[in-house]
């Protein structure tokens, strides 16, 4: 099946090249209008991204979001790159999910001065708990550069403009402050790519920022610092990590929608009656294709156990042609990252056991009888208190 791709935009060289170096065998793809894209695959070979560059601006953001949308139908759109922080507290190389971005310059001029028009847009409900998630069960550092340096991360609003602030005194300092008091960062094309996706049937758009600077006057020392290159490094990281999840989420929401919908149009009620040691097996008006009659296998009690099964199952699946090497390899490390978690018992480790567990489920979903199986081990791991 070709599922629909993650859409990440970026505005810098840098921030383009952090993203890229996390696609596995990426290619080029041409926009009749000229704009490249490059398309590969995540670590985990389930989830394909399509990367571009879009320059700096929420104008060109826009222009090229959209075009990007109409070319890939994609699951999700993600801007990821550097911003500065607003408030001293905030660490360079800490990373901030926008929960709402702001379009910082729409006003009106009158006599008395500058009034504020603000214009903002929300992230859609489901990326913003799948964001959490990952922040909360901290999975996403196993994506992190080696020797990176430890980064929170953080969730709150975001100021895009058009123009670049290094200032804490200055007037235009002082509008953000007093309009925009709860914005955590301030960029300057995110407020393009929300709108974007806002007026294309509300697709779900993630800003992720790095913190490369504060604001403050002092970007050009942390510039000199590389502080922007360890900081979309962070972004990057999570990103993928939020990609990921977010075309397995949309693969669930698709496999569910089709279920629901797969209704036979005229119902038939079938009754099996069997006295003494008599068995039923199949009492049926039309069969199409093969049966096969066993006993019903009962369901596995001890989540260690019923991850040891499953081992044992996925390598018949491939020795059978079920998997193909790429995707068994995958699903290995995941049940590594599972069995591994599953020996400490914190809520981290929980966290970590059933992010793993859904990756998995995302690499062998197209193998019916692996899937239902490794419902029944997420189920468990879901009880664990």
């Known amino acids: 099946m070709n599922r629909p791709p993650i859409v990440i935009l970026t505005a810098l060289d840098l921030e383009y090249q952090a993203v890229l170096e996390k696609l596995v065998d990426p290619r080029p793809h041409w926009h009749p209008q000229g704009t490249r894209f490059e398309v590969g695959r995540l670590a985990d070979g389930h989830c394909r991204v399509a990367l571009a560059h879009v320059g700096t601006g929420n104008q060109a953001a826009a222009v090229l979001a959209e075009r990007a949308i ?41 006599d008395d001065g500058l009034k504020s028009r603000p214009r903002g847009w929300e992230i859609s409900h489901s990326a913003d708990q799948i964001a959490r998630h990952i922040a909360r069960s901290g999975s996403w550092k196993r994506a992190l550069p080696t020797g990176s340096r430890d980064c929170e991360v953080r969730f709150g609003p975001i100021a895009a403009g058009e123009v670049v602030l290094n200032s804490r005194v200055s007037a235009h300092a002082r509008w953000i402050r007093e309009h925009y008091n709860d914005a955590q960062a301030i960029e300057m094309e995110g407020a393009g790519v929300a709108h974007a996706g806002h007026l294309n049937r509300s697709l779900p758009v993630v800003v992720v920022r790095g913190i490369s600077d504060w604001a403050d006057g002092t970007k050009e020392t942390t510039d000199r610092e590389r502080w922007q290159q360890r900081a979309v490094a962070n972004a990057a990281a999570f990103a993928v990590s939020l990609a990921e999840e977010l075309t397995a989420e949309a693969r669930d929401s698709a496999r569910r929608t089709t279920t629901e919908t797969r209704e036979p149009a005229m119902p038939e009620t079938t009754r099996n009656v069997a006295k003494g040691n008599a068995r039923v097996g199949v009492q049926a ?65 929980r966290g970590t056991l059933t992010l793993a567990l859904k990756k998995l489920r995302g690499l062998i979903g197209d193998v019916a009888e692996l899937a239902a199986e490794l419902a029944i081990i997420i189920g468990l791991a879901q009880g664990l208190s």
């Open 70 to 110: 109409n070319a890939f139908k994609p699951a999700a759109l993600l801007f990821v790159g550097v911003a500065g922080a607003l408030y001293s507290h905030i660490a360079l190389g800490d990373v901030v999910v926008a929960t709402r971005v702001y379009a910082y310059h729409g006003g009106t001029s009158e």
């Open 285 to 349: 008006g039309t069969v199409y294709g093969g049966i096969r009659i066993a006993p019903e296998p009962s369901p596995p009690v001890d989540l260690a156990e019923a991850l040891a099964g499953f081992h044992t199952r996925l390598q018949r699946a491939r020795a059978a042609g079920h998997l193909d090497e790429d995707t068994y390899a995958a699903a290995e490390v995941e049940l590594a990252v599972a069995d591994k978690a599953l020996e400490t018992d914190t809520p981290q480790s």
